[in-house]
């Protein structure tokens, strides 16, 4: 007699209604896919030769270039205070233009907005376009284009964004309630009015947290800009280094570190002023506002008490919340009319730039390699994505550890969790230019300070996603696990961490991405792969070489970005 003989009735029902676990043919090769990326970042890191005993000895390197140094000197306070208010004035016009042309292209590359599948690829495309095109090469561009000032850099700086921004802009459309748009279209309103009223309300929070984090970037890549010519303290900074005056380009250094710090904190109070105090709001800022952001008991007692008359209910009480907005929306707009008279905008370019652009555009078309070998410019490339890889890989092991003991619900104690908070902040601070080239006063140049830059540098970044994921991930699981007497680490094991493996594998990916374009643009100061060659190309205006390398650089990301979009589909 069989097994299913003696098996009762409804015991053989319930078996065969049972649903048989059974993994999809495309997540095992999604699984095969990643484990093969790994392989190649743990052999690109091998290939890359990062010896910390080497390093240790090479601190010589390090003691003879500080004594060469010297003491560190800094410009006078008045040119200083110029440089630094030129700086943040063209890296917020920058953003603001890019928040302004992420716009339309967020519409067209979301699946519920746009108004076909051609549209949405084509803005998509824009996107991937503008992400893969360096800032540095757009510099290059804009300078021949405009006057010299700060016209090129932010014109750079926003066409740049306008990949990262428009991007999250789409990601954050398509997740919104269709509830209320729906209810518009119901209605009689008209495309427009369902996005105004039923979409923008959504997403406004998630669009302004995005335009203060590109903020943010914008400020340490304008850093780079500085060698191509663009106005700032970037360029002086670069000017020091070249006339080897290192302790002024020290001075230079110093200032730009404490300025990105000191905006992750600016940043973060803006952010918490401006979406509310939420009971998970995180960062500096976010902690400093709530602090100092509480109601009085006479303010919470007022809300509490009904109206004499519903005139008096129909007009908006000025609590002191609402008079904090206002200050700060005043202040917001004056920061934005400061930056645009600071950056001294020559708008007559807008009308005369037209008139170059045949003349300009034959000088990047068509693309060749010039006098390099293919070999060598392919070989340069290959380093660039090693170096991409093997940081990331890095990162990934540091951030893991750093972004975990920054979760609320996986560090042992409060104290911990703000520590590592502050080591994020801090090294997000740390534009990855000035680090590299502290690192190759030790390394000398090549891949190792490249790789080593960009590994810490991403900490700050992938640590802070990751705590955030963590953070986020459904509370259920984990509280089952404590009430059976699971130690913390246990229920980390699993049910944290394994919630939060999907953000893991997105956001590293994200940090690939983003590691190809840096690795390219630390390159240029000395950190290995095609950067050396763009940069030559650059300064030889041999622009058709400029246009080869930058389709290289294309092809790369948009093979990341298709990786990218694979993962997430296949581990949703």
């Known amino acids: ?27 095992i090769s999604a699984s095969i896919t990643l484990v093969v990326i790994l392989v190649i970042a743990i052999q690109a890191l091998v290939s890359i030769d990062i010896s910390i005993p080497k390093m240790f000895e090479s601190m010589d390197n390090a003691e003879r270039f ?138 406004m929070p998630s669009w302004v947290a995005t335009v203060l984090h590109r903020n943010d970037i914008n400020l340490r890549g304008s850093v780079i800009l500085g060698y191509v010519g663009i106005i700032g303290l970037g360029r002086e900074m670069s000017y020091a280094f070249k006339a080897m005056d290192y302790s002024l380009g020290m001075g230079y250094a110093i200032v730009i570190f404490a300025l990105c710090v000191l905006m992750e904190v600016v940043s973060s109070s803006v952010r918490s002023v401006m979406l509310g105090h939420a009971p998970t709001g995180r960062g500096m800022g976010d902690r400093l506002v709530r602090r100092f952001g509480k109601k009085s008991p006479r303010e919470t007692m007022a809300n509490a ?129 000035i680090l590299a080239i502290m690192l190759i006063v030790v390394t000398g140049l090549g891949g190792q300070a490249g790789t080593l830059a960009l590994a810490i540098c991403g900490v700050g970044l992938l640590g802070k996603l990751i705590a955030d994921s963590f953070e986020e991930v459904n509370p259920g699981p984990e509280r089952a696990l404590t009430a059976t007497g699971a130690t913390r680490l246990q229920v980390f094991a699993g049910a944290t961490f394994p919630q939060g493996v999907q953000s893991l594998i997105g956001h590293t990916f994200y940090l690939l991405d983003t590691n190809v374009r840096a690795a390219t643009i630390l390159g240029i100061v000395g950190g290995g792969g095609i950067g050396y060659y763009l940069l030559n190309a650059g300064q030889g205006s041999k622009y058709g070489v400029v246009t080869a390398i930058v389709l290289m650089i294309l092809a790369t990301v948009l093979v990341v970005e298709g990786l990218a979009m694979w993962m997430r589909r296949e581990f949703r």
């Open 66 to 203: 500080f004594i060469r140094v010297g003491g560190v000197t800094f410009p006078p306070l008045g040119e200083l205070l110029y440089l630094t208010a030129l700086t943040v004035g063209l890296v917020l016009c920058g953003t603001l233009l890019a928040a302004v042309l992420s716009v339309p292209v967020a519409i067209l590359s979301a699946s519920n907005t746009t108004p076909g599948p051609a549209w949405r690829w084509a803005g998509r495309f824009v996107g991937v376009l503008t992400r893969a095109v360096p800032d540095v090469v757009l510099a290059m561009v804009f300078v021949l284009m405009f006057s010299l000032g700060a016209l090129p850099g932010i014109m750079a700086i926003g066409i740049h964004s306008v990949g990262m921004i428009s991007k999250m802009f789409a990601d954050a459309i398509e997740q919104v309630d269709e509830g209320p748009r729906l209810a518009i279209r119901a209605a009689g309103g008209t495309k427009t009015q369902e996005f105004v009223s039923g979409i923008l309300p959504q997403v």
């Open 305 to 433: 008490v009904g109206f004499a008359s519903p005139a008096q209910a129909l007009v908006r009480p000025w609590t002191n919340a609402r008079r904090r907005n206002v200050v700060w929306g005043i202040t917001s707009v004056l920061v934005v009319i400061g930056s645009v008279v600071i950056s001294d905008i020559q708008w007559r370019d807008f009308v005369t730039f037209w008139g170059k652009v045949p003349a300009i555009a034959v000088q990047f078309w068509p693309p060749t390699f010039g006098s390099y070998e293919y070999g060598t410019m392919l070989d340069a490339m290959w380093k660039t994505i090693a170096i991409a890889l093997a940081a990331t890989f890095l990162t990934l092991l540091g951030s893991v550890v750093i972004g975990s003991l920054a979760a609320r619900n996986v560090a042992p104690n409060g104290f911990i969790r703000s520590a590592s908070r502050f080591i994020l902040v801090v090294i997000r601070g740390i534009p990855e230019v």
């Open 1 to 27: 007699m069989t097994a299913t003989a003696l098996t009762p009735g409804p015991v053989r029902g319930i078996a065969a209604r049972a649903p048989k676990s059974k993994i999809s043919p495309e997540r």
